[in-house]
């Protein structure tokens, strides 16, 4: 297992979280996912072999956020 943090713009609320972590979740590959609101930041922990790092952040951003 390998992880990331992720800085995303435009969190800040629990629908955001859930928003996220639902969809990064369901991800083949994800095994946790961690948003700090307070901080901006997505804690993704992931089977590099199972799903990249780019899809992370496209998953992300398909919800409406922006991943820097």
Known sequence: MEKITLNVQGMSCGHCVKSIEGSVGELKGVSTVKVHLENGTVDVEYNSNE????KIKETIDDQGYEVK
Do not use: C, G, R
């Open 51 to 54: 799903v990249t790092v780019e």
